[in-house]
C-alpha cells in the first residue's frame, strides 16, 4: 500500500509504500528530518476515527453589547495541533476562555471529551491541561511548591513534579520563589504546569510569549514531542512560522468570527496562493528577465542582485527553468518557498500580526 | 475529594501568607502591643491586673488592629489572583468556585486565627504567671469571640475581593469598611440621637448633655460587627449588668447578629464569584 505522509518540520509531502501494520523508518528528502511511518489496517484506522475532543457549537459572547465571539464553531480531532490565529482583539482569548469555564458564555455549546463544560465541569477539566498567555504562580513559593499545590489539584504525583522541574531545566533554582524567577523561567514552569497529570488536551495560549529564540525552541519542540505522544494541541500564538511549523490545521478569528479552519496547504489552495521559485544565476541579464515574463502562467518576477523571484505555479517550475537555459542562464541554485500562513493570514484578516 | 481540594487551596494560603512580610510584621506588631496593653492597664493598679481587667484596653486593639488585618489578608484574596493571572490557571482545572472561597477562607481564617492566639496567647500567659486566681474561661472566651470577629471582618474583604473589579478599588473599599466600622458609625449613632431628639442639650454650659438611650440605638449594634463584638464582651466577659437594656438585645442575640455577619458576605461573595468572568 502507498501512503503520504507530511514532513512535520518542512511540510514536504513523502509518498512511501510498505505492507499493512508495517512500521518503516523515513527520512524527509528536503530537510532530513528523521521519523517512523506506521502502515495501519483498515480496521485500526475506523477504530481511531478520531471523535472531536474539542468541541464548539455556535458559540457566542458579547461585551457590553458588543459580540467579541459571534456564533463560532469548530471541532479540534484527538492527536490533533489546531493553530489558533488572529488580529488582537479578534476573540482568540475570549474564546479560550469560554472553552475552560472561565468566562460565561451567552449562548452555544461546548465540550471537551464529550463533557460539557458547564454541565459537567470537573469532568471535562481533567482532561485539559492550560498555559494562559499571562502565566502567573504564587511567587512566595517556590517553582515545586507551586506546582505540588497544583498536582494535588490535578490529582498527579510529587515524583511527576519534581521530574518535570528538572526536564525544564528548573532544577538549578529549587529554593528559589517564583517571585525571583526570570520571564523565561516562569513561561518553562506555566508549561510544566500544563502537562501536569499528563491531560489528553492542551491548550497554550501564547507559549512563547516573551522567550527569547532557545526558549521558543524548546517550546516548539515540546510541542512536537507532545503530538508525537498522541495529545490533543491548541495552540494560540502571534508567531505565525512557529504555528505553521507545528499545526495540522489552523483557525483564523477575524472580528469575532471564525473566516477559515483547515490545514495550511488547503487554505493556501483555496485562495489559489502560488509558490514563490527562487532562482540563483551565475549571471543575470535583461533576456533572461524577459524570457520568465513571457511565460503566461508567471504572475510575478522580481530580481534582487543575482536570484530572480518568480512567482508560478508549481506545474510552471519546468517551462520556468527551461526558459532560463533557453535565455542562456546558468542557473546556481534553485528553491521554492511554499505559501506562508503571513499570506493566508494576511488574506483572511487584511491585517498584519 | 472536595474536602481535600478546599484542603489544598487553604494550606497553599497560609504557605503563602506565611512566607508575606507584612503579614509576619502585623502579627508581631499584635502580639507586641497586645502586652503592652495589657501591662500598660495595670500600671495603674501597681502591676499586672486581671485579666477581665485588662480585655477592654485589648479589645480597643481588636477594633482597630485586627480589623484592619483581616481586611488586608482578604481583599485582595480573590481579586488579586485575577489581577496577577494565577486565578485563570486555577480556575482551568477541576476545582469549582465553591472550594477556591471556602479554601481561602479556611486558610486565611487560619492565618488571622494563629495571630490572634499567639497574641492573646502570649499575654494571658504572661499575665496568667503574674495574677492569681485568673478567670481562665471568661479569657477563652474573650479569644473566640475575637476570632469570630476577625473571621467576620474577613469574610467581608472576601465579599469586597469577589465584588469589586479592580484590586485598587477593593483596597480603597477595605479601608472604607474599616474606619465605617471604627470611626464614622460611632459619628453617624450621634447624628441620628440628635436628630431624634434623643440627647437633649441643655442652655447652662455647665451641665452635661442628657443622654435617653432610645431601643433603636441598641438594635444599630446588630448592624456593626464591632459592637456586637462588643455586646458579646459586655455580656460574657466582662457580666455587666447594666439592666437598663432592652429585652432583643442580649448574649445570645449579638451572637447571632455576629455569625449573620459571617456567613451572609460570604454568600454573596461566592454568588459574585461564580458570575464573574475571569
Given at each position: 500500500m502507498k501512503i503520504t505522509v507530511i514532513c512535520p518540520n518542512c511540510k514536504n509531502q513523502i509518498t512511501i509504500e510498505g505492507e499493512e501494520g508495517e512500521v518503516k523508518d523515513i527520512t524527509c528528502p528536503q530537510c532530513n528530518e528523521k521519523g517512523k511511518v506506521t502502515f495501519k489496517d483498515k480496521k485500526t484506522e475506523e477504530a481511531e476515527i478520531k471523535s472531536p475532543t474539542i468541541e464548539i457549537k455556535n458559540l457566542t459572547k458579547a461585551y457590553n453589547g458588543t459580540k467579541a465571539v459571534n456564533n463560532i464553531s469548530f471541532s479540534i480531532e484527538k492527536g490533533e495541533v489546531f493553530g489558533f490565529l488572529g488580529p488582537n482583539g479578534a476573540g482568540k482569548t475570549t474564546t479560550i476562555k469560554s472553552i475552560l469555564g472561565l468566562i460565561k458564555i451567552?449562548?452555544?455549546?461546548?465540550?471537551?471529551?464529550?463533557?460539557?463544560?458547564?454541565?459537567?465541569?470537573?469532568?471535562?477539566?481533567?482532561?485539559?491541561g492550560y498555559m494562559p498567555e499571562k502565566v502567573a504562580f504564587y511567587n512566595n513559593l517556590t517553582g515545586l511548591q507551586n506546582l505540588y499545590f497544583y498536582a494535588e489539584m490535578k490529582g498527579a504525583s510529587r515524583e511527576e513534579c519534581k521530574n518535570l522541574i528538572e526536564e525544564f531545566g528548573l532544577g538549578d533554582s529549587t529554593n528559589k520563589k517564583v517571585g525571583k524567577y526570570s520571564k523565561g523561567m516562569v513561561q518553562r514552569l506555566g508549561m510544566a504546569r500544563a502537562i501536569l497529570g499528563n491531560p489528553p488536551i492542551l491548550i497554550l495560549d501564547e507559549p512563547s510569549s516573551g522567550l527569547d529564540p532557545s526558549g521558543v525552541l524548546q517550546i516548539k519542540n515540546k510541542i512536537r514531542e507532545l503530538k508525537q505522544k498522541g495529545i490533543t494541541i491548541f495552540v494560540s500564538s502571534h508567531i505565525l512560522s512557529e504555528i505553521q511549523e507545528v499545526s495540522d490545521r489552523v483557525g483564523i478569528i477575524n472580528r469575532g468570527t471564525l473566516v477559515a479552519k483547515d490545514s495550511v496547504y488547503a487554505l493556501s489552495k483555496k485562495l489559489n496562493l502560488k509558490p514563490r521559485m527562487i532562482v540563483e544565476l551565475k549571471n543575470i541579464s535583461k533576456d533572461i528577465e524577459n524570457a520568465v515574463k513571457n511565460i503566461k502562467q508567471v504572475d510575478e518576477v522580481k530580481i534582487h542582485e543575482n536570484k530572480i523571484f518568480i512567482l508560478c505555479d508549481s506545474k510552471t517550475k519546468a517551462k520556468v527553468i527551461l526558459a532560463i537555459a533557453k535565455a542562456g542562464g546558468n542557473i546556481i541554485n534553485l528553491t521554492t518557498l511554499e505559501p506562508t500562513l503571513e499570506e493566508i493570514f494576511m488574506r483572511y484578516t487584511g491585517d498584519a500580526v | 475529594m472536595i474536602q481535600n481540594i478546599i484542603f489544598s487551596i487553604a494550606k497553599k494560603e497560609i504557605m503563602d501568607n506565611i512566607r508575606n512580610k507584612w503579614i509576619i510584621v502585623m502579627s508581631i506588631s499584635f502580639a507586641v502591643l497586645t502586652l503592652l496593653v495589657s501591662y500598660a492597664g495595670s500600671i495603674g493598679s501597681g502591676g499586672w491586673q486581671d485579666l477581665s481587667g485588662t480585655v477592654e484596653g485589648m479589645s480597643v486593639l481588636v477594633n482597630y488592629f485586627l480589623t484592619i488585618i483581616a481586611l488586608m489578608l482578604s481583599y485582595s484574596a480573590i481579586i488579586g489572583e485575577i489581577e496577577r493571572g494565577s486565578m485563570s490557571a486555577l480556575i482551568s482545572l477541576p476545582v469549582k468556585r465553591l472550594e477556591?472561597?471556602?479554601?481561602?477562607?479556611?486558610?486565611?481564617?487560619?492565618?488571622?486565627?494563629?495571630?490572634?492566639?499567639?497574641?492573646?496567647?502570649?499575654?494571658?500567659?504572661?499575665?496568667?504567671?503574674?495574677?492569681?486566681?485568673?478567670?481562665?474561661?471568661?479569657?477563652?472566651?474573650?479569644?473566640?469571640?475575637?476570632?469570630?470577629?476577625?473571621?467576620?471582618?474577613?469574610?467581608?474583604?472576601?465579599?469586597?475581593?469577589?465584588?469589586?473589579?479592580?484590586?485598587?478599588?477593593?483596597?480603597?473599599?477595605?479601608?472604607?469598611?474599616?474606619?465605617?466600622?471604627?470611626?464614622?458609625?460611632?459619628?453617624?449613632?450621634?447624628?441620628?440621637?440628635?436628630?431624634?431628639?434623643?440627647?437633649?442639650?441643655?442652655?447652662?454650659?455647665?451641665?452635661?448633655?442628657?443622654?435617653?438611650?432610645?431601643?433603636?440605638?441598641?438594635?444599630?449594634?446588630?448592624?456593626?460587627?464591632?459592637?456586637?463584638?462588643?455586646?458579646?464582651?459586655?455580656?460574657?466577659?466582662?457580666?455587666?449588668?447594666?439592666?437598663?437594656?432592652?429585652?432583643?438585645?442580649?448574649?445570645?442575640?449579638?451572637?447571632?447578629?455576629?455569625?449573620?455577619?459571617?456567613?451572609?458576605?460570604?454568600?454573596?461573595?461566592?454568588?459574585?464569584?461564580?458570575?464573574?468572568?475571569?
Open positions: 451567552d449562548s452555544g455549546e461546548i465540550k471537551i471529551n464529550n463533557f460539557d463544560i458547564h454541565l459537567l465541569e470537573k469532568e471535562a477539566k481533567k482532561n485539559v | 477556591i472561597i471556602l479554601g481561602k477562607f479556611l486558610g486565611l481564617g487560619a492565618v488571622l486565627t494563629f495571630t490572634i492566639l499567639v497574641g492573646f496567647g502570649v499575654a494571658g500567659i504572661v499575665i496568667g504567671t503574674m495574677v492569681p486566681n485568673v478567670d481562665y474561661w471568661r479569657y477563652l472566651l474573650f479569644i473566640g469571640a475575637t476570632v469570630l470577629v476577625g473571621l467576620v471582618f474577613l469574610s467581608i474583604g472576601m465579599l469586597l475581593s469577589c465584588l469589586l473589579k479592580k484590586r485598587s478599588t477593593a483596597m480603597g473599599s477595605a479601608i472604607f469598611v474599616f474606619f465605617l466600622f471604627t470611626i464614622i458609625w460611632g459619628l453617624i449613632l450621634a447624628a441620628l440621637l440628635i436628630v431624634t431628639g434623643n440627647i437633649q442639650f441643655s442652655s447652662d454650659p455647665n451641665v452635661a448633655p442628657v443622654l435617653k438611650n432610645p431601643d433603636w440605638q441598641y438594635a444599630m449594634n446588630f448592624l456593626n460587627p464591632l459592637s456586637a463584638y462588643g455586646g458579646i464582651i459586655k455580656f460574657n466577659v466582662l457580666s455587666s449588668t447594666d439592666a437598663t437594656y432592652p429585652a432583643f438585645y442580649n448574649s445570645v442575640n449579638v451572637f447571632i447578629a455576629l455569625l449573620i455577619w459571617l456567613f451572609a458576605p460570604l454568600i454573596v461573595a461566592y454568588w459574585a464569584f461564580k458570575n464573574k468572568d475571569i
